[in-house]
């Protein structure tokens, strides 16, 4: 299935400065906003306190979490917790020992529903907290080095492994930055949907440098800059009827999904579009300024045939 009817033929490469000059305009706002503002951190990262309640019959998620703003605790997170029955909740750290809090939190579940009871209530300690962030840091560290060896591997030249690397450092810092102007808080669910999205975001960037190789090979007499522009006018196709129906997905989950997964969500839109616009005006367009050629990509095509498979 083709998105469009007939071939494309957009000169993608000619205006790539237009579009450095936009990316660099939104990474230092998003740069500017986390050294100024930060991240309105979760409780997987602050420390608090969870609490897991069951109820005797299905339990009223919304009810629950009203009841609980109404009585002071206007940042819990209220989640179903495996059953229909059984309701988490984390609230930030508090000042009140886990008597008293287990006995106040009792009585405005019950207001709720008068069968309402408490199973756990559980400190999370800002050691922890900041143990998963370290966790965090680390993980993605790990994958951009990674992604960064794959790529030269993969495509003998380290031209295509910095302009993936910038296209999978862009991608995130934007999600950061958005999540920092808007003060949406910001959890371990965000942080898998900023390694889906650098994960997205690297598939495109590769089926992208598949085809420029493959056009590297069979047209040699014309330019770097029309190889690339006929590379990504072949898969443009491919790319919006993938994004499209993953963002009706991600939309649908954002709009229904309720305040527990909009963070998730929320990280996976952005990251997708910002991952399907960098895949053809960074990591390409950076490897065409460094200087590449079908030398690069094409080392020893005399010698053995051309991996072609993705």
Known sequence: ME???????????????????????LVIISIVSLVTRGLNMGVDFTGGVTVQTSFPGPANRDAVAAALARAGYTEAQVTVFGSVRVLSIRLPPTSQNTDALRARLEQVLQRVDAGAQIQQVQNIGPQVGGELERSAIEGIAATLLLIFGYIAVRFHTWRLSFGAILAVLHDPILVLGAFSLSRTTFDLTVVAAMLAVIGYSLNDTVVVFDRIRERFHA?????????????????????????????????????????VLRGFSLALIIGIVAGTYSSIYISSAAALDCGLTAEHLLPSASKKPVDSLP
């Open 3 to 25: 998105f469009f009817r007939r071939a494309t033929s957009f000169s993608f490469m000619r205006t790539r400065k237009v579009w450095y000059a936009l990316s660099a305009v």
């Open 219 to 259: 047209a040699r007499r014309i330019t770097p800059i029309e190889v690339l522009d006929q590379s990504i006018n072949q898969t443009l196709s491919r790319t919006i009827m993938t994004k499209v129906v993953t963002l009706l997905v991600v939309v649908a989950l954002y709009v229904l999904g309720g305040p």
